[in-house]
T-cell receptor
Framework: DAGVTQSPTHLIKTRGQQVTLRCSPKSGHDTVSWYQQALGQGPQFIFQ???????QRGNFPDRFSGHQFPNYSSELNVNALLLGDSALYLC????????????FGSGTQLSVL | TQLLEQSPQFLSIQEGENLTVYCNSSSVFSSLQWYRQEPGEGPVLLVT?????EVKKLKRLTFQFGDARKDSSLHITAAQPGDTGLYLC???????????FGQGTTLQVKP
C-alpha cells in the first residue's frame, strides 16, 4: 500500500519563476492538504482540497494556488517566486471526516535563488 | 492569531535521561496531535489526544492533554539515540480541516 508520494523531491528555481509540485494521496484517501515548512519551523497550512475544490485556506497570498484531480491527486502552484518561498512543501492526505489523521509525504524541497 | 508554543526549542541529552516537551496555547482544540519528523522526511503521527486530562502511553513516551484542552506534554523515559528528531505538536479544530503546528522541539540523544 503506497503512502503519500510527492514529486519532485528537490527543485531549484530563480526569483520570478513559477513552480508546480505534485502529490498522490495514500490509497483510499480523498482529501489533500498542503503545508509549507520553513527551516527550523513547524509546518504552516496552505490549503486543503476535497472533491476537486479548495475547502480551507491558510494565510498565504494568491500566488499560491492548487488543483485536485478526479483521481484525488493534487498540484500546488506557486507563481512569481520569492526568496522567502524557499521551504519544504509537504502534502498530507486524509479521509473526509477524519481530517485529524493525516499522512504526510516526504516533501519537496524548493530552493529559490 | 492562533499560536501553539513549544518548549524547549532544542534539547540535547545523554542516553538514559528523561525529558519533557511542552506545548501551550491560548486556544481550545478539539484534539491535539504529536508528530516526529526526521531530516528529509515528512512528520509521522505518534498520537492523538482528544479528551481533556487524557493520558496516552506509547512504549517509553507518555502524552498528556490538559484539562482545558489548551496544552499538552510529551514525556520520554530513558531516552535512546533513536529518539533523536524533531517533535511537533499540532492542534486541530473539529469544524476545519487544518492543523496548527508548533515550531517544534529538536531532540538530540547522545549515546
Amino acid at each position: 500500500d503506497a503512502g503519500v508520494t510527492q514529486s519532485p523531491t528537490h527543485l531549484i528555481k530563480t526569483r520570478g519563476q513559477q513552480v508546480t509540485l505534485r502529490c498522490s494521496p495514500k490509497s483510499g484517501h480523498d482529501t489533500v492538504s498542503w503545508y509549507q515548512q520553513a527551516l527550523g519551523q513547524g509546518p504552516q497550512f496552505i490549503f486543503q482540497y476535497y472533491e476537486e475544490e479548495e475547502r480551507q485556506r491558510g494565510n498565504f497570498p494568491d500566488r499560491f494556488s492548487g488543483h485536485q484531480f478526479p483521481n484525488y491527486s493534487s498540484e500546488l502552484n506557486v507563481n512569481a517566486l520569492l526568496l522567502g518561498d524557499s521551504a519544504l512543501y509537504l502534502c498530507a492526505s486524509s479521509l473526509v471526516g477524519a481530517h485529524e489523521k493525516l499522512f504526510f509525504g516526504s516533501g519537496t524541497q524548493l530552493s529559490v535563488l | 492569531t492562533q499560536l501553539l508554543e513549544q518548549s524547549p526549542q532544542f534539547l540535547s541529552i545523554q542516553e538514559g535521561e528523561n525529558l519533557t516537551v511542552y506545548c501551550n496555547s491560548s486556544s481550545v482544540f478539539s484534539s491535539l496531535q504529536w508528530y516526529r519528523q526526521e531530516p528529509g522526511e515528512g512528520p509521522v503521527l505518534l498520537v492523538t489526544v482528544v479528551t481533556g486530562g487524557e493520558v496516552k502511553k506509547l512504549k517509553r513516551l507518555t502524552f498528556q492533554f490538559g484539562d482545558a484542552r489548551k496544552d499538552s506534554s510529551l514525556h520520554i523515559t530513558a531516552a535512546q539515540p533513536g529518539d533523536t528528531g524533531l517533535y511537533l505538536c499540532a492542534g486541530a479544530y473539529s469544524n476545519t480541516g487544518k492543523l496548527i503546528f508548533g515550531q517544534g522541539t529538536t531532540l538530540q540523544v547522545k549515546p
